[in-house]
Structure formats: C-alpha cells, structure tokens
C-alpha cells in the first residue's frame, strides 16, 4: 500500500512563511520524482515544484524565489519551505510521486497522491 501524507498547512498574513511537509510509506517511497501540487477554488490543478532523487528540481514561475522544495532521502520526506506567500498561493496543497521524467509538473507523471493540505493566505 502506497501512502503519502502531507501536513504544516494553515493560515498566514501576506508575506508570511510555511513549510509543508509529507511523508512517504510504502510503494511511494523511493520514486524518482516527487512534487507538491495544488488546487485553488475555481482553477485547475497546477504542478508547483518537483524534485527527482538526484536533487535536480523546477518549479513555475510565480513561485521561483519564494518557494523551496527539498527531501530527506533517508527518511523519504519531502517539503516545501514557502516564503513570501501571497493571498493567491491560496490553494489545497498535494504531494505526488512518479517514476517518469525529471522532475516533471505535469499531474500525468505521478500516480501516487496524498489527500491534501489547505493554505490560506489572507491580505
């Protein structure tokens, strides 16, 4: 059984930071690449950062500067340090996994999801 659970979501004032975090079990651990996407109300999913085993990682561009993805190999858990939030970094927050790629943000690359995390920046 194949598991991803995320946690550290909440609510922050504009500019304020958060770090997001999820832990892998079972077939999910080990995967070459993992990201964290999200869902904000009214939108489609969209990739926000992704890392493959080696480190290599991309991100989109309205993140680039605020956003840090990084993983703990050993105890296969992977974070995103957010920075600078801002009122449309509102979203529900998910961890993927794939094997497929490198360090892709496109949602047909991963085939393990966690259940979510709510971010709610306020202006």
């Known amino acids: 059984q194949d598991q991803l659970v995320e946690s550290g979501g909440g609510s922050v004032q504009s500019g304020g930071s958060l770090r997001l975090s999820c832990a892998a079990s079972g077939y999910a651990r080990g995967r070459t690449n993992m990201a964290w996407f999200r869902r904000a109300p009214g939108k489609a999913r969209e990739g926000v950062a992704a890392?493959?085993?080696?480190?290599?990682?991309t991100y989109i561009d309205s993140v680039k500067g605020r956003f840090i993805i990084s993983k703990d190999n050993a105890k296969d858990i992977l974070f995103l340090q957010m920075n600078g939030l801002k009122p449309e970094d509102t979203a529900i927050y998910y961890c993927?996994?794939?094997?497929?790629?490198?360090?892709?943000?496109?949602?047909?690359?991963?085939?393990?999801w966690g259940q979510g995390t709510q971010v709610t920046v306020s202006s």
């Open positions: 993927a996994a794939g094997s497929y790629g490198l360090a892709p943000l496109y949602p047909d690359y991963y085939d393990s």
């Open positions: 890392i493959a085993a080696a480190g290599y990682a």
